[in-house]
Protein backbone atom coordinates (compact mmCIF):
# COMPACT_ATOMS: atom_id res chain seq x y z
CA UNK A 1 0.00 0.00 0.00
CA UNK A 2 1.50 3.64 -1.09
CA UNK A 3 0.65 6.80 0.94
CA UNK A 4 0.62 10.09 -0.97
CA UNK A 5 2.78 12.73 1.41
CA UNK A 6 0.95 16.53 0.29
CA UNK A 7 3.13 19.31 0.78
CA UNK A 8 1.92 22.67 2.35
CA UNK A 9 2.20 25.65 0.38
CA UNK A 10 1.12 29.21 0.76
CA UNK A 11 -0.07 31.33 -2.41
CA UNK A 12 0.88 34.82 -1.04
CA UNK A 13 -1.16 37.75 -3.60
CA UNK A 14 1.15 40.21 -3.68
CA UNK A 15 0.28 44.16 -4.60
CA UNK A 16 -2.94 45.45 -3.93
CA UNK A 17 -3.30 48.17 -6.72
CA UNK A 18 -3.48 46.02 -9.59
CA UNK A 19 -7.79 46.51 -9.88
CA UNK A 20 -7.31 49.56 -10.26
CA UNK A 21 -8.84 51.19 -13.61
CA UNK A 22 -10.70 48.02 -13.93
CA UNK A 23 -14.48 49.10 -14.83
CA UNK A 24 -17.06 47.50 -12.65
CA UNK A 25 -17.68 44.58 -14.71
CA UNK A 26 -14.53 43.41 -15.00
CA UNK A 27 -14.09 44.05 -11.51
CA UNK A 28 -17.34 42.00 -10.43
CA UNK A 29 -16.18 39.45 -12.52
CA UNK A 30 -12.58 38.79 -11.33
CA UNK A 31 -13.86 39.21 -7.66
CA UNK A 32 -16.34 36.44 -8.94
CA UNK A 33 -13.84 34.28 -10.58
CA UNK A 34 -11.73 34.49 -7.51
CA UNK A 35 -14.29 33.20 -5.02
CA UNK A 36 -15.32 30.13 -7.71
CA UNK A 37 -11.30 29.43 -7.88
CA UNK A 38 -11.11 29.08 -3.76
CA UNK A 39 -14.28 27.55 -3.39
CA UNK A 40 -13.22 24.33 -5.89
CA UNK A 41 -9.82 24.25 -4.56
CA UNK A 42 -11.70 24.10 -1.19
CA UNK A 43 -13.86 21.43 -2.15
CA UNK A 44 -11.14 19.40 -4.28
CA UNK A 45 -9.06 19.63 -0.63
CA UNK A 46 -6.24 21.06 -2.12
CA UNK A 47 -6.99 24.92 -0.34
CA UNK A 48 -7.41 24.43 3.64
CA UNK A 49 -7.75 28.44 3.88
CA UNK A 50 -7.18 31.33 3.12
CA UNK A 51 -8.10 35.15 3.58
CA UNK A 52 -7.63 38.94 2.21
CA UNK A 53 -5.24 41.17 4.43
CA UNK A 54 -6.33 44.73 5.27
CA UNK A 55 -4.27 47.35 3.52
CA UNK A 56 -2.67 48.72 6.21
CA UNK A 57 -0.78 47.40 9.41
CA UNK A 58 1.89 48.33 11.78
CA UNK A 59 5.53 46.73 11.10
CA UNK A 60 7.29 46.44 14.75
CA UNK A 61 11.10 45.89 14.62
CA UNK A 62 14.22 47.21 16.88
CA UNK A 63 15.52 45.68 19.86
CA UNK A 64 12.97 44.99 22.14
CA UNK A 65 10.20 46.23 19.33
CA UNK A 66 10.57 49.44 19.96
CA UNK A 67 9.84 50.67 16.61
CA UNK A 68 6.47 51.13 15.17
CA UNK A 69 5.40 52.16 11.98
CA UNK A 70 3.04 52.35 9.68
CA UNK A 71 2.94 49.88 6.65
CA UNK A 72 2.90 48.29 4.61
CA UNK A 73 1.64 50.90 2.79
CA UNK A 74 -1.44 50.50 0.84
CA UNK A 75 -0.17 51.59 -2.42
CA UNK A 76 2.65 49.11 -2.53
CA UNK A 77 3.62 46.96 -5.29
CA UNK A 78 5.07 44.08 -2.85
CA UNK A 79 2.41 44.41 -0.12
CA UNK A 80 0.50 41.32 0.40
CA UNK A 81 -3.14 41.21 0.20
CA UNK A 82 -3.81 37.95 1.10
CA UNK A 83 -2.93 34.16 1.03
CA UNK A 84 -4.24 30.47 0.45
CA UNK A 85 -3.00 27.95 2.24
CA UNK A 86 -2.64 24.98 0.03
CA UNK A 87 -2.08 21.20 0.73
CA UNK A 88 -0.71 19.73 -2.88
CA UNK A 89 1.64 16.90 -4.21
CA UNK A 90 4.55 18.90 -4.86
CA UNK A 91 5.41 21.89 -5.76
CA UNK A 92 4.43 22.14 -9.75
CA UNK A 93 0.84 22.22 -8.69
CA UNK A 94 0.95 24.56 -6.36
CA UNK A 95 2.49 26.73 -9.41
CA UNK A 96 -0.08 25.11 -11.46
CA UNK A 97 -2.98 26.25 -9.10
CA UNK A 98 -1.29 29.59 -8.89
CA UNK A 99 -1.58 30.43 -12.90
CA UNK A 100 -5.21 29.83 -12.49
CA UNK A 101 -5.37 33.14 -10.40
CA UNK A 102 -7.95 35.44 -12.06
CA UNK A 103 -6.09 38.53 -11.21
CA UNK A 104 -3.09 37.90 -13.45
CA UNK A 105 -4.68 39.11 -16.50
CA UNK A 106 -4.94 42.26 -14.90
CA UNK A 107 -1.39 42.19 -12.96
CA UNK A 108 -1.42 40.85 -9.95
CA UNK A 109 1.38 38.50 -9.05
CA UNK A 110 1.23 35.24 -6.98
CA UNK A 111 4.41 33.87 -5.17
CA UNK A 112 4.38 30.23 -4.09
CA UNK A 113 6.25 29.96 -1.22
CA UNK A 114 6.54 26.46 0.34
CA UNK A 115 5.65 25.85 4.32
CA UNK A 116 8.87 24.50 5.91
CA UNK A 117 8.46 21.84 8.74
CA UNK A 118 10.96 23.58 11.29
CA UNK A 119 12.56 27.11 11.15
CA UNK A 120 15.56 27.33 9.39
CA UNK A 121 17.15 29.09 12.51
CA UNK A 122 15.87 26.56 15.03
CA UNK A 123 17.16 23.76 12.51
CA UNK A 124 20.60 25.69 12.04
CA UNK A 125 20.61 25.52 16.13
CA UNK A 126 20.48 21.94 15.85
CA UNK A 127 23.20 21.35 13.76
CA UNK A 128 26.16 22.86 15.87
CA UNK A 129 27.29 20.44 18.67
CA UNK A 130 26.73 21.01 22.35
CA UNK A 131 30.59 22.25 22.86
CA UNK A 132 30.19 25.19 19.92
CA UNK A 133 27.01 26.05 21.56
CA UNK A 134 28.69 26.18 24.97
CA UNK A 135 31.64 28.50 23.20
CA UNK A 136 29.02 30.64 21.64
CA UNK A 137 27.10 31.56 25.39
CA UNK A 138 30.25 31.84 27.30
Excluded at 8 to 17: E, H, K
Excluded at 28 to 51: I, N, Y
Excluded at 64 to 82: L, M, V, Y
Aim: charged share 25%; with cysteine; proline share 4%.
Amino acid sequence: MSTTTKSDYLLLFRGNVWDRGLSPAQLQKVVSDWMAWFERLKEEGKCLGGHPLEEEGKVVSGKQGRTIADGPFAESKEAIGGYFYLQVADENEAIEIAKQCPGLEYGAVVEVRPVADICSIKQRTEEYSPGQLAEATA
